[in-house]
């Protein structure tokens, strides 16, 4: 069984950092590449970030480039996201998702799976 679990959201003040993690299980990690989403409310599910298997590659939404840093330990099977420069517009619920193969895309349908979300609110 699959599990993808985050943790680490929470309420920051504009300016302030958070970083998220995700903890995989029920998968070969390894061989999978990994992405963070967020959904704000009324909104579509949008692609934030995303990291190829071997953590080679990072791929990033031009909204957050230069600000946010995805990685990931697959000996741990973890997965990061380091969020600097919060602004009140990062405010969503954050998923971790599991891909269907080596690289990462943007579209939400490359994704197996999915953790149950981690509420990020960025105060102005």
């Known amino acids: 069984q699959v599990q993808l679990v985050e943790s680490g959201g929470g309420l920051v003040q504009a300016g302030g950092s958070l970083r998220l993690s995700c903890s995989a299980s029920?998968?070969?990690?390894?061989?999978?590449?990994m992405a963070w989403f967020r959904q704000a409310p009324g909104k579509e599910r949008d692609f934030v970030a995303g990291?190829?298997?071997?953590?080679?590659?990072?791929y990033y939404a031009d909204s957050v480039k230069g600000r946010f840093t995805i990685s990931r330990v697959n000996a741990e099977k973890m997965v990061y996201l380091q969020m600097n420069s919060l602004k009140p517009e990062d405010t969503a619920v954050y998923y971790c998702?599991?891909?269907?193969?080596?690289?990462?895309?943007?579209?939400?349908?490359?994704?197996?799976?999915w953790g149950q979300g981690t509420q990020v609110t960025v105060s102005s």
């Open positions: 990291i190829n298997y071997k953590g080679s590659t990072t």
């Open positions: 998702a599991a891909g269907k193969g080596w690289y990462a895309r943007t579209d939400v349908d490359w994704y197996d799976y």
């Open positions: 029920g998968l070969t990690f390894s061989d999978i590449a």
